[in-house]
C-alpha cells in the first residue's frame, strides 16, 4: 500500500465534512465510484443496515513502568472478572506509540491518582502484546474519562478529539463500556445521511460489539470481544431477508456480531456475551448479504472476512481499483460497498 493513500486527518479537515470521502462499490467483479453521500441510491427500500452503538473510549493513559521509562496503556477490553486486557506501548516524540514488548508477569505501571496497574498474565498463551492486568484505586471507566484520549497511530498526523472518534450511531453504555478503536465504517454517516435513508425505506438494526485494540504492526485475528444481538434487531433482520431484503453490515464489527447471533439454518436468534468467531471463505456466511467497511491493509485479518463476503475475484478488482484511483486507507478514509453480484440489474 503506497504511504500516500493513508488518511491522516479527518475527513471534515481535509474537505466539507464527515460524509465527503468516497465510496468504492463492488457488485462481485463489477466496480463503480461514487462519492459517499450517494449511500442512499445504491440501497433500496427494505433493505437493512446493521450498526455498531459501541461508542469509542478515551482508552490510552499515560503511565510509568516501576523503575523504567514512562510507558502508554492501551486499555483494551473489560473482563467478567473486572481485569482488563491491556497492551503497553512505548511512547513517540510525535505523540504516538510503538510497540513494546509486554510483561513480565507482576510488572506493576503508576497510572494518574496513585493507582497502580499489575499485569497478571498473558491474554492468550504464549504471546505477550495483550495482558490481563487488575487496577487499584476505582473503576477504569472513570479514569479514562479524566485521563484517556483517543488511541493513536504513528500513520496519523495529530492528536484528535474523542469526538472524532464516535459515530452517529455511538450509545454510551450504562458501565462505561465502549470501544478500543472506534468502529470506523460507520464514521461517515450523519444524522441528515440517516434520516434521507430511513425516508426511502432502508432499515437500520443496531448491535453492539465494543473491540478491543486492534495489532496495527502484527495483523493478529481479533481476540474474543463482548457483542450483543439485541431481540428487535434480530426480529428485523430475519423479516428483511424473508421478505427478500438485503442486510448490509456497516462494518466488519457488525459482520462478526450477526454471524455470531446466527444458526446454521442462517436464523439470528437474540445473543450475548463473547465472541471469537473469525469468519473466513472457508467458514462463510449465513445472514450478511453485503458490507460497509473501510480499506484494509495487505496482511489485514478483515480481509478474509470481506473474501467470504466478496469472493477473492471480486477483492482483488476491487483493491486494484482503489489503487489506482488513489482512494485513501484507515479510519479517517475512504470506504468500500460490497453488494451481491445479483443486485445489478436492481440497483
Known amino acids: 500500500m503506497p504511504a500516500g493513500l493513508v488518511a491522516r486527518v479527518p475527513a471534515e479537515v481535509r474537505g466539507a465534512g464527515r460524509d465527503d470521502v468516497r465510496l468504492l462499490v463492488s457488485r462481485g467483479c463489477d466496480v463503480s465510484h461514487h462519492a459517499f453521500r450517494e449511500l442512499a441510491g445504491l440501497l433500496r427500500a427494505g433493505d437493512v443496515l446493521a450498526v455498531n452503538t459501541s461508542p469509542t473510549l478515551a482508552a490510552a493513559v499515560d503511565g510509568r513502568v516501576e523503575g523504567a521509562a514512562g510507558v502508554v496503556v492501551h486499555f483494551s477490553t473489560r473482563g467478567d472478572d473486572l481485569r482488563w486486557a491491556v497492551e503497553l506501548r512505548e511512547p513517540l516524540a510525535t505523540g504516538a506509540t510503538r510497540p513494546r514488548r509486554g510483561g513480565p508477569a507482576g510488572t506493576v505501571?503508576?497510572?494518574?491518582?496513585?493507582?497502580?496497574?499489575?499485569?497478571?498474565?498473558?491474554?492468550?498463551?504464549?504471546?505477550?502484546?495483550?495482558?490481563?492486568?487488575?487496577?487499584?484505586?476505582?473503576?477504569?471507566?472513570?479514569?479514562?474519562?479524566?485521563?484517556?484520549?483517543?488511541?493513536?497511530?504513528?500513520?496519523?498526523?495529530?492528536d484528535q478529539p474523542?469526538?472524532?472518534?464516535?459515530?452517529?450511531?455511538?450509545?454510551?453504555?450504562?458501565?462505561?463500556?465502549?470501544?478500543?478503536?472506534?468502529?470506523?465504517?460507520?464514521?461517515?454517516?450523519?444524522?441528515?445521511?440517516?434520516?434521507?435513508?430511513?425516508?426511502?425505506?432502508?432499515?437500520?438494526?443496531?448491535?453492539?460489539?465494543?473491540?478491543?485494540?486492534?495489532?496495527?504492526?502484527?495483523?493478529?485475528?481479533?481476540?474474543?470481544?463482548?457483542?450483543?444481538?439485541?431481540?428487535?434487531?434480530?426480529?428485523?433482520?430475519?423479516?428483511?431477508?424473508?421478505?427478500?431484503?438485503?442486510?448490509?453490515?456497516?462494518?466488519?464489527?457488525?459482520?462478526?456480531?450477526?454471524?455470531?447471533?446466527?444458526?446454521?439454518?442462517?436464523?439470528?436468534?437474540?445473543?450475548?456475551?463473547?465472541?471469537?468467531?473469525?469468519v473466513t471463505p472457508e467458514r462463510g456466511v449465513r445472514v450478511v448479504d453485503g458490507l460497509l467497511t473501510g480499506l484494509h491493509e495487505p496482511r489485514a485479518s478483515h480481509l478474509l472476512m470481506l473474501e467470504a463476503i466478496a469472493g477473492r475475484a471480486a477483492l482483488r478488482r476491487a483493491y486494484a481499483e482503489a489503487l489506482r484511483h488513489g482512494y485513501l486507507w484507515h479510519e479517517f478514509g475512504d470506504v468500500h460497498l460490497v453488494l451481491p453480484e445479483e443486485s445489478v440489474a436492481q440497483a
Open 109 to 158: 505501571v503508576g497510572l494518574p491518582e496513585g493507582r497502580r496497574l499489575v499485569l497478571e498474565e498473558p491474554v492468550v498463551r504464549g504471546a505477550d502484546r495483550l495482558w490481563w492486568a487488575r487496577v487499584s484505586g476505582g473503576g477504569v471507566p472513570g479514569l479514562l474519562r479524566r485521563y484517556g484520549r483517543p488511541i493513536r497511530y504513528a500513520y496519523t498526523e495529530r
Open 162 to 278: 474523542l469526538a472524532a472518534y464516535q459515530t452517529v450511531f455511538s450509545v454510551p453504555g450504562p458501565e462505561g463500556e465502549g470501544s478500543a478503536e472506534m468502529p470506523s465504517a460507520g464514521r461517515p454517516f450523519t444524522a441528515p445521511m440517516v434520516a434521507g435513508l430511513v425516508s426511502r425505506g432502508v432499515l437500520f438494526a443496531p448491535l453492539t460489539l465494543h473491540t478491543g485494540v486492534a495489532s496495527a504492526e502484527a495483523h493478529e485475528p481479533p481476540y474474543p470481544e463482548r457483542f450483543a444481538v439485541p431481540a428487535a434487531t434480530a426480529g428485523l433482520v430475519n423479516a428483511a431477508r424473508a421478505a427478500g431484503g438485503r442486510v448490509v453490515a456497516v462494518g466488519t464489527t457488525a459482520v462478526r456480531a450477526l454471524e455470531s447471533a446466527a444458526g446454521p439454518d442462517g436464523v439470528v436468534r437474540p445473543a450475548a456475551g463473547w465472541t471469537g468467531l473469525v
